[in-house]
């Protein structure tokens, strides 16, 4: 592991632990097992691990789904299988998603978010555009902005359950259902005879 990905995870645990208010860069450095000049050979501040922080959460969420989506399935069941991997990995990296986002949300850094979800929303948009061209979705919809939209939708109603709620099981599931729901409605999925 290089430096700089050590005192990115490292950063990770540290904020978790001890929220970005308490953290002090010597707590990063100390996990991280560096010198704290490294420190600022590649960060000026604690806050400005924030994108590098985004980009190691989108990198994964974006392993999670394509490792649960079935390439063979339907676009519509494709589409379900996208929100229930970024509802799962709201469920499980809530805090530290937490963490990013009064992280980013604090500092200059939040113009950055854009360039850090470029992969995920280029991944979404070929889904969009090789469903379009197969003619199982809405012949009107733009893949590129369209991308932005689902991922911002998706994401955002998971954060109402596992960030801001009481992880209550059923309102994550009734509230998947609905994103489902208006997902059908507005792409307009249909079957497609191979």
Not at 25 to 33: C, L, N, P, Y
Not at 85 to 109: F, Q, R, W
Not at 123 to 145: T, Y
């Amino acid at each position: 592991m290089g430096k700089k990905t050590a005192i990115v995870q490292s950063a990770i645990e540290v904020f978790k632990e001890q929220g970005i208010e308490k953290t002090k860069i010597s707590d990063i450095v100390k996990r991280a097992g560096i010198a704290q000049g490294t420190f600022y050979l590649y960060f000026p501040s604690k806050l400005s691990l924030m994108p590098a922080i985004a980009e190691v959460m989108v990198a994964k969420t974006m392993e999670i789904v394509k490792q649960t989506v079935d390439d063979q399935a339907s676009y519509s069941k494709q589409f379900e299988q996208i929100v229930d991997a970024i509802y799962e990995v709201n469920k499980e990296y809530y805090e530290i998603l937490a963490v990013i986002y009064s992280g980013l949300a604090s500092t200059e850094h939040i113009r950055e978010w854009e360039t850090v979800y470029a992969p995920f929303y280029e991944w979404i948009s070929a889904k969009l555009e090789a469903a379009k061209l197969e003619g199982a979705v809405r012949q009107s919809i733009k893949p590129d902005r369209t991308a932005k939209i689902l991922i911002g939708l998706i994401e955002s109603t998971a954060e109402q359950v596992f960030l801001y709620a009481h992880h209550d099981e059923g309102e994550a599931d009734r509230q998947k259902e609905e994103v489902l729901d208006f997902l059908t409605y507005a792409l307009q999925f249909q079957t497609v005879n191979s």
